[in-house]
């Protein structure tokens, strides 16, 4: 980590950690029942708009199951959830209001806060979004998982516009879609936090950074159903303007099932400085991963990938250009470049130790805009399959694939790779 990098992490942890007025409101004392049966949402609230009428203060969930309807977090309130302590959100679908959400139509998650800074949800207690009803509802119905495509589903944790956020000890579950989302969010810390759902849950991914700018991602283990982690910025086909989502760290995590660390494939405002360490993979289908298309790109640059172990990993390394496919599919002439090109440069993948990989890489761009820069260091595969690379710059040292099918490395005449 260079000083400059050193020094924005340590303000980032600064800000977020600053602790919030002393005024603590349980909601039982608000008339909450934790019972598990009795809706808590109005003695929820009440505790929130209490705490935040006093300029600040702790929310208190303690004992027992709270059943609870959306619930919306002020400035200078920290959410804190003691150990057995479960939020559990509401069966009933009727409970969560349609709204414009992300430019797009959607559905009140459970948590959310907008426009609101000085924020937490801490504690060793759950959030559990009942997800369960709304997958069903997914796999009825097509294209439910394409934000913009249907009225989407509710995600579990959402902060829109919100600034100086921190997330610390909880456990996130179950979510009916995406799990934490920030949205146009800045200095965000997320540290300690296990995330979960089944390997099939329809996508219920993790952590998605969305047009977020200055966040910590430290210590999180994710076992879900979608993407571990999805940078993006901008729906398909947006229209703009679009802000990119930047100066993001990931560091010391574990990810189980899931489809791996990505960045994408909604980028139409781009996503620059990321810098991801020390992260372990196993069992997910992909291990690291940059995907766009050409209704959903910009620029994607400035990445930064070392440090990284895999084991059972589908993919262990995939840059594509051709989301939802992998490769190009027919024509592979060059299309007018438009706003919403992909451009992936100036990426770094270091110290990458992944085995028992059903397929060692793909990197491959489109004819109009190749994967440029991309620099391979000390990277060792065993897989079934090897690397495949096309419309593509490459350069690395010390990089083994072994395949046990085929080529090691499939390079394209569209290619320029220079392994030592």
Request: aromatic share 6%; charged share 20%.
């Amino acid at each position: 980590m260079n000083h400059r990098s050193l020094l924005l992490s340590f303000a980032l942890l600064a800000i977020a950690s600053l602790p919030v007025a002393a005024k603590v409101c349980n909601a039982r004392s608000y008339g909450a029942k934790a019972d598990g049966v009795t809706k808590d949402t109005q003695a929820i609230q009440a505790a929130i708009d209490d705490c935040a009428k006093a300029g600040g203060g702790t929310v208190k969930l303690s004992g027992g199951t709270f059943l609870s309807a959306p619930i919306v977090l002020k400035s200078n309130v920290a959410l804190d959830l003691d150990k057995g302590t479960t939020l559990l959100g509401s069966p009933n679908h009727a409970d969560y209001p349609a709204k414009t959400e992300f430019r797009a139509p959607g559905t009140q998650s459970l948590v959310s806060a907008t426009n609101a800074e000085n924020i937490a949800i801490t504690g060793s207690g759950t959030i559990d979004g009942n997800g369960e009803s709304w997958w069903a509802e997914v796999r009825a119905t097509h294209n439910a998982g394409v934000v913009g495509a249907v009225q989407f589903r509710p995600r579990l944790v959402v902060f829109d516009h919100c600034k100086h956020v921190r997330m610390e000890g909880i456990t996130i579950q179950n979510s009916p879609s995406w799990q934490v989302v920030p949205y146009y969010t800045d200095d965000m810390v997320i540290r300690n936090v296990r995330i979960l759902a089944p390997q099939h849950s329809p996508n219920t991914d993790a952590i998605d950074p969305f047009s977020s700018s200055n966040m910590v991602i430290d210590h999180v283990y994710a076992d879900v159903g979608d993407d571990n982690i999805a940078i993006k910025s901008g729906i398909i086909n947006s229209p703009g303007p679009d802000e990119p989502s930047r100066n993001i760290t990931i560091t010391d995590c574990e990810f189980m099932h899931g489809h791996g660390l990505s960045i994408g494939s909604e980028i139409a405002g781009g996503a620059n400085n990321i810098r991801a360490e020390r992260i372990h993979f196993k069992g997910t289908d992909q291990g690291i991963r940059i995907k766009a298309n050409r209704d959903r790109g910009n620029q994607v640059d400035n990445i930064s990938f070392k440090d990284i172990t895999m084991e059972d990993v589908k993919t262990s390394i995939l840059i594509s250009k051709y989301y939802p496919k992998v490769l190009p599919q027919g024509d592979v002439a060059p299309a007018p470049i438009t706003r919403l090109t992909p451009f992936f440069h100036d990426i770094t993948i270091e110290n990458v130790n992944s085995v028992k990989s059903g397929t060692a890489g793909v990197i491959v761009g489109l004819p109009e805009s190749p994967v440029k820069n991309v620099i391979l260091k000390n990277v060792n595969i065993t897989a079934e399959k090897g690397m495949t690379i096309a419309f593509a710059e490459i350069k690395g040292s010390d990089v083994h694939v072994i395949a046990a099918q085929g080529q090691a490395i499939n390079i394209a005449p569209s290619a320029k790779v220079d392994l030592k």
